[in-house]
């Protein structure tokens, strides 16, 4: 069972989402992101919530289940936020 893949992906307000055959297109202010998936997981929009879970209990499935709940979460961060790096400085004698 995949820990990971038993939660499911909230959708913030402004970012909508598309299935439509394992296909997925996440539009937001950012931009919008699409990408499609094997069909051995069922992808289902609940309300401003996405429940990704496998079809059936082979190993390919259950591995398949937790990342692909993460690319759906990476997507929808990515069209809400977008990308951000920062810079952590610590110790003597540094200068940013």
Known sequence: MSRVGKQPVTL???????ILNNTILVK?????LKSSFPVSVKIVKEDDKVVVSPINNTKSAK????????????????????FTKSLVVNGVGYRA
């Open 12 to 18: 913030p307000q402004g970012v909508d989402i598309d």
């Open 28 to 32: 937001g202010k950012k931009g919008e």
């Open 63 to 82: 591995g398949a289940w937790g990342l692909i709940r993460t690319i759906i979460n990476n997507m929808v961060v990515g069209v809400d936020n977008g």
